[in-house]
Protein backbone atom coordinates (compact mmCIF):
# COMPACT_ATOMS: atom_id res chain seq x y z
CA UNK A 1 0.00 0.00 0.00
CA UNK A 2 1.67 3.51 -1.17
CA UNK A 3 1.87 6.23 1.93
CA UNK A 4 3.23 9.44 0.82
CA UNK A 5 4.14 12.15 3.52
CA UNK A 6 4.97 15.58 2.59
CA UNK A 7 7.42 17.99 3.77
CA UNK A 8 8.68 21.26 3.45
CA UNK A 9 6.02 24.12 3.88
CA UNK A 10 6.29 26.86 6.45
CA UNK A 11 5.96 30.47 6.32
CA UNK A 12 7.22 32.95 3.26
CA UNK A 13 7.10 36.33 2.29
CA UNK A 14 5.87 37.48 -1.12
CA UNK A 15 8.30 36.57 -4.02
CA UNK A 16 9.98 34.33 -1.81
CA UNK A 17 10.52 30.64 -2.50
CA UNK A 18 9.82 27.23 -0.95
CA UNK A 19 10.94 23.44 -1.94
CA UNK A 20 8.21 20.76 -1.09
CA UNK A 21 8.90 17.06 -0.91
CA UNK A 22 7.17 14.16 -1.05
CA UNK A 23 8.61 10.27 0.01
CA UNK A 24 6.76 7.59 -0.95
CA UNK A 25 6.59 4.32 0.92
CA UNK A 26 5.31 0.88 -0.04
CA UNK A 27 4.48 -0.59 -3.22
CA UNK A 28 5.95 2.45 -5.29
CA UNK A 29 6.48 0.03 -8.35
CA UNK A 30 2.74 1.31 -8.97
CA UNK A 31 3.08 4.84 -9.19
CA UNK A 32 2.01 5.80 -12.87
CA UNK A 33 2.14 9.50 -12.19
CA UNK A 34 2.79 12.30 -8.79
CA UNK A 35 1.39 15.32 -7.97
CA UNK A 36 1.42 17.89 -5.90
CA UNK A 37 -2.30 19.55 -4.40
CA UNK A 38 -3.25 22.60 -3.25
CA UNK A 39 -6.34 23.58 -1.02
CA UNK A 40 -6.99 27.03 -0.40
CA UNK A 41 -8.49 28.70 2.63
CA UNK A 42 -11.23 29.23 0.95
CA UNK A 43 -11.78 25.04 -0.04
CA UNK A 44 -10.92 25.31 -3.30
CA UNK A 45 -9.00 22.39 -4.32
CA UNK A 46 -7.05 22.01 -7.47
CA UNK A 47 -4.50 20.00 -9.05
CA UNK A 48 -1.18 22.19 -9.14
CA UNK A 49 1.11 19.98 -10.63
CA UNK A 50 1.43 16.08 -12.26
CA UNK A 51 5.10 14.46 -13.56
CA UNK A 52 4.00 11.41 -15.60
CA UNK A 53 6.01 8.34 -15.66
CA UNK A 54 7.18 9.33 -18.74
CA UNK A 55 8.66 12.51 -17.83
CA UNK A 56 5.37 14.86 -18.79
CA UNK A 57 5.14 17.37 -16.75
CA UNK A 58 1.98 19.43 -16.88
CA UNK A 59 1.09 22.48 -14.71
CA UNK A 60 -1.59 24.70 -13.62
CA UNK A 61 -1.95 27.77 -15.34
CA UNK A 62 -1.59 29.98 -12.34
CA UNK A 63 1.61 28.70 -11.21
CA UNK A 64 3.55 28.08 -14.64
CA UNK A 65 6.68 29.29 -15.05
CA UNK A 66 6.24 29.53 -11.12
CA UNK A 67 6.69 26.33 -9.78
CA UNK A 68 8.62 23.46 -10.90
CA UNK A 69 7.80 19.33 -10.15
CA UNK A 70 10.74 16.94 -10.11
CA UNK A 71 11.86 13.70 -8.72
CA UNK A 72 14.63 11.34 -7.40
CA UNK A 73 14.14 7.76 -8.43
CA UNK A 74 16.28 6.64 -5.91
CA UNK A 75 14.66 7.76 -3.08
CA UNK A 76 11.17 7.43 -4.22
CA UNK A 77 10.57 11.24 -3.58
CA UNK A 78 9.22 14.40 -5.70
CA UNK A 79 9.35 17.76 -5.24
CA UNK A 80 7.53 20.94 -5.88
CA UNK A 81 10.25 23.86 -5.96
CA UNK A 82 8.06 26.96 -5.80
CA UNK A 83 9.47 30.38 -6.85
CA UNK A 84 8.02 34.22 -6.90
CA UNK A 85 5.63 32.72 -4.60
CA UNK A 86 1.97 34.81 -3.90
CA UNK A 87 -0.50 35.32 -1.16
CA UNK A 88 -2.82 33.60 -3.40
CA UNK A 89 -0.76 30.47 -3.43
CA UNK A 90 -0.97 30.26 -0.10
CA UNK A 91 -2.57 26.50 0.55
CA UNK A 92 -2.00 23.57 2.11
CA UNK A 93 -0.34 21.56 -0.04
CA UNK A 94 -0.66 17.53 -0.41
CA UNK A 95 1.23 15.14 -2.77
CA UNK A 96 -0.21 12.65 -4.39
CA UNK A 97 0.00 9.53 -6.95
CA UNK A 98 -2.19 7.91 -9.23
CA UNK A 99 -1.33 4.26 -9.36
CA UNK A 100 -1.73 2.04 -12.29
CA UNK A 101 -5.07 0.55 -11.42
CA UNK A 102 -6.57 3.99 -11.37
CA UNK A 103 -6.88 4.49 -7.57
CA UNK A 104 -5.05 8.23 -5.84
CA UNK A 105 -3.78 8.11 -3.03
CA UNK A 106 -2.58 11.60 -1.11
CA UNK A 107 -0.52 12.53 2.14
CA UNK A 108 -1.39 14.00 4.88
CA UNK A 109 -0.69 17.75 3.47
CA UNK A 110 1.60 20.25 4.31
CA UNK A 111 0.44 24.40 4.77
CA UNK A 112 2.22 27.17 3.33
CA UNK A 113 1.84 30.24 3.87
CA UNK A 114 2.68 33.54 1.86
CA UNK A 115 2.39 36.75 4.13
CA UNK A 116 4.34 40.05 4.90
Request: with cysteine; net charge positive.
Amino acid sequence: QVQLVESGGGLVQPGGSLRLSCTASGGVASIYAMDWYRQTPAAVRELVARLSIDGTTTYADAVKGRFTISRNNARNMWFLQMNNLKPEDMAVYYCGAVLRDSRNVRGQGTQVTVSS
